[in-house]
């Protein structure tokens, strides 16, 4: 079945040329999913995609900042290249220097003359890369523990809250939690050393809302799921497995990041989220999943570093997990090249022939589209897919196209489970 999955069109094949690529592990950026790239690696002065998940789990020696500033600076220098030409800062000409849009503050350009090419593309985004630049300093915070925010018990039925504006209202008024984090001293510390001027106040809460919406789009994703395969948490403590789990789950993870569930399912018989892939971090949740079913009204999360496939052999099998009754996978990324594809078809193999139910999150309507059409060539039942009404509110920049739209985490889902239905043959009469 392999080899019948489809080739991707040339957009979505990374190149061997660029300075962007998939090599090493690493998503590609050409292929329109936010990501690292060797100029990241460059700037942080690690040579491969392993030094970059030893940093993350605490392994790496010698990688270290001499003080915020220059944190925030080797940020901003991972963006640093020109956006007509894609040229370097190493390989300008002696005297020239990349220089910023005025009005983003967030691309670069070599001259002028790369500037004036650029404006026709560049002027679609140019005010919405604004925001992506105030969102990735900000979202600092999150590290430094004043994000996420605390939220309210829910006043209404859970069927009710179909989407953000349900939710929102609930929450009565965000401003004086929002109004603590802007005049914290974390606040103070990142602006007094970022890259970039201080946006007002109206500007800080508005970044803060949609870093706080990333954050829990996963964990309302998560429930909508639930719900729309009509499982019921209130008859019985429910099993649910991240696939694919990664460093933007995972890095600084707490044991109460889906404590929104509570709020969501009140009085339910316990919920256990296991977090499930190769690029894991040690943290907190690093520990066994349940053996037998938690405490009522609590959600416990696990976590296990390794492919899929791999955790349901060497644990589920072997009777020492409990077997899901949904799997979730937040941008899998099948869709980007053959390779991650084939890295990925076990698992995918493994959910279809064990009937379970699976609901995977997309960046765009166009990774939407190429991971339906890998499903179906793999024979998956599709239950539904579309727009996600909890999709994250911070747009992603794609780092190697910043004039590209910028898309969104959780933008997009499918719902799938068990083979395609075989039509039943017509009877000769």
């Known amino acids: 079945m392999a080899s019948q999955i489809p080739a991707l069109p040339q957009s979505f094949a990374p190149g061997t040329d660029s300075v962007f690529s998939d090599q090493s592990g690493f998503y590609s950026l050409d292929a329109n999913v936010p990501g690292l790239s060797k100029v990241i690696l460059n700037k942080l002065n690690m040579t491969d995609y392993g030094e970059y998940r030893a940093a993350l789990e605490g392994k790496a020696k010698g990688i270290q900042f001499q003080n915020y500033k220059e944190l925030f600076q080797k940020m901003e220098e991972t963006f640093k290249f020109c956006t007509s030409c894609n040229k370097l800062p190493e390989h300008l000409t002696e005297g020239q220097t990349l220089k910023r849009c005025v009005k983003c503050l967030n691309v670069y350009y070599c001259t002028k003359d790369c500037q004036k090419k650029d404006w026709p593309q560049h002027k679609k985004v140019c005010k919405m890369l604004r925001l992506v630049a105030v969102d990735r300093l900000v979202e600092w915070l999150m590290f430094a ?25 609930m929450q009565v008024d965000l401003s004086p939690r929002l109004d603590t984090i802007i005049s914290g001293s974390n606040m103070s510390t990142l602006w007094k050393n970022a890259t970039r001027p201080r946006p007002d106040d109206t500007d800080l809460k508005e970044s803060l809302w949609r870093i706080q919406s990333e954050f829990l789009s996963r964990v309302l994703t998560v429930g909508m799921a639930v719900q729309q395969y009509s499982l019921n948490p209130y008859a019985k403590p429910l099993t649910i497995h991240l696939a694919g789990a990664s460093h933007n789950e995972t890095m600084g993870a707490r044991l109460t990041d889906f404590d929104e569930l509570n709020k969501m399912f009140p009085e339910h018989q ?76 076990p698992t995918l193999l493994l959910l279809r022939d064990y009937d379970i139910p699976s609901f995977f999150t997309m960046y765009s309507e166009l990774e939407l589209k190429y991971s339906l059409q890998i499903l179906l060539e793999l024979e998956m039942h599709i239950k539904d897919s579309g727009p996600n009404p909890f999709a994250s509110q911070k747009p992603e920049q794609v780092q190697a196209c910043p004039n590209k739209t910028p898309v969104y985490c959780n933008s997009h889902y499918i719902r799938f489970q068990g083979l395609l239905p075989q039509e039943e043959p017509v009877p000769d009469l």
């Not at 018990?153 to 989407?163: F, G, I, L």
């Not at 953000?164 to 209202?169: E, F, K, V």
């Not at 190769?278 to 949740?285: C, Q, R």
């Open 270 to 345: 316990g919920i256990e989220i296991v977090m499930v892939g190769p690029e894991v971090v040690n943290s907190p949740i690093m520990r066994p999943p349940l053996t037998a079913f938690g405490p009522r009204k609590r959600v416990y999360i696990s976590a296990y570093k390794g492919l899929y496939h791999q955790f349901w052999e060497d644990v589920l099998e072997k009777g020492k997990a409990a077997k899901p009754d949904l799997v979730v996978g937040f941008h899998p990324g099948f869709h980007a090249n053959q390779g991650l594809v084939e890295g990925w078809l």
């Open 145 to 169: 523990g004043d994000l996420p925010i605390s939220t309210e018990k829910w006043s209404k039925p859970t069927a009710e809250v179909r989407n953000w504006d349900n939710w929102l209202p």
